[in-house]
C-alpha cells in the first residue's frame, strides 16, 4: 500500500485527485491545505491534516508523521493578477515553499508530483508546445510557476512537473468557479458575456487532470508531462461550444479582442499544450471539450437528493 500525501486539497483540482485516490484500497491518503478540510464528511476516506507548506518545520513534521511514498502538490497563488501586485507572496508560495517540499521529498524518498501551468510559455509560437520548448513566461504568476518547475527538476530525483491549463468541471460549495461554469451562469440568466477570441487554450477537465495524475503516481517516469485537453480553441470558442450545448442565445457571447478586454496583466495569447507524450508514455486520454461541457451541463441539473 502506498502512502500518498496531497496538498492543496481543497482547491478545485486538488480535491478531485483526493476524492479519486482516496477510494482506491491501495492507497493511504493524506489531505493537507493551509485551511480546515472543507468536506469534513468523507474524512472516513482519508486524513487530513491542517499545514502551512511555507513553514518548513511545520512541513517537515508532516512528512515525519506520513512518510510518504508520493506527495502530490496542488498548492500555488494562481490568480495572475493577484500575483503581479503580491509577488513577495506569490514567490513564497509558488517558488520557496516548493523548494522546501522538493528538499523533503528527496529526503524522505519521496515521489514528488507537482503542477504547473501553460503560462509558462510566451504564447508567440503559435503552435501546440511540446515538453521540449524552452519556457518565457510573460506575467509573474507564469514566471514563478516556471522558477518552481526548475526548483523541483535540480532537487528531485524522482519526480513529475504537471502542466494544466484552464481546469473545468463541477465546483463544489466555496470554491472558485471555471470559466465553463460562469458561461452556463450568464447564459442561464440571459446576460451577455464578453470573452477574449484572440487568445488560445488547451482546456482540461478536472477528472482528466487527476486521470493524468493518477497515471503518474503508478508511473517511474521522470520530467514534464502536458496533462490537459486535446481540444485547442480561443476563450470565445469555448463559451460559443457552451451555448450551443446549453441550446442557448449565442448571440449573448460577445467576442473581443486581447486589447479591447484591456486586462491589467498580461496572458500569452496562446499557450496551447500538446500531449502526444502522457499518450505515449501514460496512456492518458481525456475527454473532448465537448463531452466535457455536456457533463457539466448534466451535473449542474440533476435534481438535488
Avoid at 148 to 177: D, F, M, W
Avoid at 217 to 246: P, R, T, Y
Wanted: include cysteine; charged fraction near 20%; proline fraction near 4%.
Amino acid at each position: 500500500m502506498k502512502d500518498i500525501l496531497i496538498i492543496g486539497v481543497n482547491g478545485f483540482t486538488g480535491r478531485q485527485i483526493l476524492n479519486d485516490l482516496s477510494q482506491q484500497s491501495k492507497y493511504k491518503v493524506t489531505g493537507s491545505s493551509l485551511h480546515a478540510d472543507v468536506q469534513p464528511a468523507n474524512a472516513a476516506n482519508y486524513r487530513f491534516i491542517e499545514t502551512d507548506i511555507r513553514d518548513f518545520a511545520t512541513t517537515r513534521q508532516l512528512f515525519e508523521a506520513i512518510r510518504p511514498d508520493v506527495v502530490i502538490n496542488n498548492s500555488a497563488l494562481s490568480v495572475p493578477d493577484y500575483c503581479e501586485l503580491h509577488r513577495e507572496e506569490a514567490y513564497q508560495m509558488n517558488v520557496t515553499a516548493v523548494e522546501q517540499l522538493a528538499h523533503l521529498c528527496e529526503a524522505y524518498g519521496s515521489r514528488f508530483i507537482h503542477l504547473s501551468t501553460d503560462f509558462v510559455f510566451d504564447g508567440e509560437a503559435m503552435q501546440l508546445y511540446t515538453e521540449a520548448h524552452t519556457p518565457a513566461p510573460v506575467n509573474y504568476y507564469g514566471s514563478t510557476k516556471w522558477k518552481g518547475e526548475e526548483k523541483v527538476a535540480g532537487i528531485c530525483s524522482n519526480y513529475a512537473i504537471v502542466r494544466v491549463a484552464i481546469v473545468y468541471g463541477k465546483t463544489l460549495p466555496g470554491q472558485h468557479g471555471n470559466i465553463v461554469e460562469l458561461v452556463i451562469k450568464r447564459l442561464q440568466e440571459g446576460k451577455e458575456i464578453r470573452v477574449v477570441a484572440d487568445q488560445w487554450r488547451t482546456p482540461t477537465h478536472v477528472e482528466d487532470v487527476s486521470q493524468g495524475v493518477s497515471l503518474l503516481v503508478e508511473s517511474n517516469a521522470n520530467g514534464i508531462f502536458h496533462i490537459c485537453g486535446n481540444d485547442c480553441l480561443s476563450i470565445a470558442e469555448v463559451a460559443l461550444l457552451v451555448a450551443q450545448s446549453m441550446g442557448a442565445d449565442q448571440s449573448l457571447i460577445q467576442s473581443v479582442t486581447t486589447d479591447e478586454m484591456n486586462e491589467a496583466t498580461p496572458r500569452p495569447r496562446f499557450s496551447g499544450m500538446s500531449i502526444e507524450k502522457a499518450q505515449s508514455l501514460l496512456g492518458y486520454s481525456p475527454r473532448s471539450m465537448e463531452a466535457g461541457i455536456k457533463q457539466i451541463i448534466g451535473e449542474l441539473n440533476r435534481p438535488k437528493v
